[in-house]
């Protein structure tokens, strides 16, 4: 290996957004000098970036105004009255939202961090919409019992991530912006390093590191309609698993259910917290007939499968019926312009509707991704089942499981894992490292081999086409791996990801220059669509019951008797995934499994 070719840093840390930043900052902060982030895209383009709704914690600044019931309008609660809200109903509402797969522990941890999270934003100056009396200002989010999510009006993660960045500056962390990481080094079970290729320049690098820590966020663009920014292509779960890593919970994805008609921007879910409705197209409210206590703000999974209903049944809206209202009219040109700016420019420049004057066309949207890197509550990656670790590997965020969310995320509870549990990463991995970690040797020269492969994919002369590829895999995984699958239509998805890795193997890569090369990065992360959507799919075949976004026809009810347990997903010798379980952390005695009703 030629000295000039690789780089070292202490930590290096993959991943610019909320998780990626905090584990950067907080290892920093904790004495760790040599700290490097590496994005693929510039940092303040993270998809943490585009969040809008609000961040989840237990503040209890504002409650319902008294006789008005749950629903009825908000107030700040005067210094020395009761709280509305505590650890216990935050814990118990993301138990149930996580349809009792989300492990207790974890959740108990997130739930006690919050509000110190969102008091540290606050202290490093992140700007807060506020109560009159200058308190941090609360709205309701679908599934929790209390108002409970801080936002800045809908700009919540714009203004979290801007926050964050700049405390990573302030210590001394190095970015490097655009550089995409393509192999992360393990070896014997310990981390060596990542290779990443400089984008602008098109050189190829061993990076070298004590530890590695992934914040690569989700993987919601194997999906033909989805809210996820670009970047989203699950890169971290893919390089993790081929580097030996397990996957857990692959099977879990979240469909929102206000994504912009046929674009799947993100309308957020604010818009019903504040108080707007799903209407069909014979104008009724229909969520009274799948959540008549919750309505429009019963949790994502099912508000998700309503409309699908609405929609397979024929009341949906738009020329081709695939579409369902989200009527806002009513609540007033201020409160959409205070509340809500962001979403009316969007409805505004990609419907040509205006929020204020008509109800806006929405329809389910891939959103989050459940499953990931399975991680402690310090965020250091197992090894397997039996809770072995990878030596100096960590990951929070959404590339990660740790599992807070289980089967359902709950609104506003990612932005707060990314948070609470990108600050554990970071104070984990300074104890670490300052314990003496070493830098370990790399075995042969990864760089050169990932050069190899990048020259074999320029000289390939095939006949496939990189878009062609991803477009058929979107499309397979919206059909038979969405909202609703069965047994039929998830072999069939099997069979045809298969049949594209296959094809894969013919690419032709038009641009062979070096500078800015997105055809490159586009095939190498078209690549891990492959790698992870098998998984997908396959975990769906397993898990023979219906639990919180995984909903089979054929096997509608929730099984707790074969399958309360995680999905744990291990790439065999023959690059084939093997399966294993692993069980779920229940507090018996505080929150056992109940039926799920809203
Ligand atoms: C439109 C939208 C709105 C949302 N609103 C909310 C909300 O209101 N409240 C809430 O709680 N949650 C919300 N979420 C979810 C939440 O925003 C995300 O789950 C969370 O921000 C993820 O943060 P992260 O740090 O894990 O990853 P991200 O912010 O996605 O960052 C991933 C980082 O990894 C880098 N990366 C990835 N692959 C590579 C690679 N190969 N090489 C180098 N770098 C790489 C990227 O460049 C990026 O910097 C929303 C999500 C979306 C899509």
């Known amino acids: 290996m030629q000295n000039s070719d690789v780089i ?45 709704g609000g961040i989840a914690a237990v503040l209890n600044n504002v409650r319902p105004v008294a006789g008005t019931g749950p629903r009825g309008p908000l107030e700040q609660i005067p210094p020395g009255d009761d709280p509305v809200d505590s650890f216990d109903l935050h814990m118990f509402d993301t138990i149930k939202g996580s349809d009792w797969l ?57 203004v979290l991530l801007h926050t964050i960045h700049e405390q990573a500056l302030f210590h ?114 229909f969520m009274k007939k799948y959540a008549p206590d919750k309505m429009e703000l019963a949790p994502r999974d099912l508000v998700s499968r309503s409309e699908q209903i609405e929609i397979n049944e024929g009341r949906g809206v738009m020329e081709d019926g695939q579409g369902i209202y989200l009527d806002m009219r ?110 370990h040797p790399v075995p ?12 074999q994919l320029f000289d390939n002369d095939g006949t496939e086409l990189v878009e062609d590829i991803v477009q058929d895999l979107k499309t397979t995984m919206t059909n038979k791996v969405g909202i609703f699958r069965d047994e039929e239509g998830l072999k069939s998805a099997l069979d045809e990801i298969h049949n594209l890795q296959e094809r894969f193997k013919n690419i032709r890569v038009m641009d062979k220059s070096k500078r800015f090369n997105t055809n490159l990065s586009m095939t190498l992360e078209a690549s891990h669509l492959l790698t992870f959507s098998e998984l997908i799919a396959a975990g769906a075949l397993n898990r023979q019951e219906s639990r919180g976004a995984h909903s089979r026809t054929d096997f509608p009810k929730r099984d707790d008797e074969s399958w309360l347990k995680h999905t744990m997903a291990h790439k065999d010798e023959d690059g084939r995934p093997k399966f294993s379980y692993k069980g779920v952390t229940i507090y018996w005695d505080r929150f056992p499994p109940q039926e799920r009703k809203y």
């Not at 905090?22 to 585009?50: C, F, Q, Y």
């Not at 030596?391 to 599992?403: L, M, Q």
């Open 8 to 52: 070292t840093h202490d930590v290096i840390v993959v991943g610019a957004g909320l998780a990626g930043t905090w584990a950067a900052m907080t290892a920093a902060e904790n004495g760790v000098k040599d700290v490097a982030v590496l994005s693929k895209i510039h940092p303040l383009r993270s998809h943490s970036g585009a969040a809008q």
């Open 102 to 158: 989300g492990d207790q522990d974890a959740i108990e941890i997130m739930v006690k961090d919050a509000p110190d999270v969102v008091i540290q934003y606050e202290h490093m100056g992140c700007v807060f919409s506020r109560t009159k009396d200058g308190r941090i200002n609360q709205r309701r989010f679908g599934g929790h019992s209390a108002p409970r999510a801080n936002f800045s009006a809908d700009r919540t993660g714009h």
């Open 172 to 285: 001394n962390v190095k970015f490097y912006s655009e550089w995409y990481v393509m192999d992360l080094i393990i070896e014997d079970n310990i981390t060596r390093g990542v290779v990443a290729i400089n984008v602008l320049t098109g050189d190829i690098k061993m990076l070298r590191a004590k530890a590695v820590m992934f914040g690569t966020g989700g993987y919601g663009q194997a999906f033909k309609v989805t809210s996820n920014a670009y970047a989203n292509t699950g890169d971290g779960v893919a390089l993790a698993y081929n580097a030996g890593a397990p996957l857990m919970d692959m099977e879990f994805v979240q469909f929102h259910p206000t994504g912009l008609y046929r674009h799947g921007f993100l309308m957020t879910e604010a818009c019903r917290g504040e108080g707007g409705y799903l209407i069909n197209k014979l104008g009724e409210r």
């Open 330 to 439: 009513h609540l007033g040109r201020e409160k959409i312009m205070s509340r809500l700016p962001e979403v009316r420019d969007l409805a505004i420049a990609f419907a040509h509707v205006d929020p204020i004057e008509d109800p806006v066309p929405i329809q389910p949207t891939a959103h989050y991704s459940m499953g990931g890197i399975p991680t402690t509550v310090d965020g250091e990656v197992l090894a397997n089942a039996n809770g072995d670790l990878i030596t100096g590997f960590y990951a929070a965020g959404e590339v990660s499981c740790v599992s807070v969310h289980g089967a359902n995320r709950l609104g506003t509870n990612s932005l707060l894992e990314a948070s609470v549990f990108g600050r554990r990463a970071g104070r984990a991995i300074a104890e670490f490292v300052k314990g003496g970690a070493k830098l």
């Open 444 to 455: 042969g020269d990864p760089a050169e081999k990932n050069r190899k492969m990048v020259q």
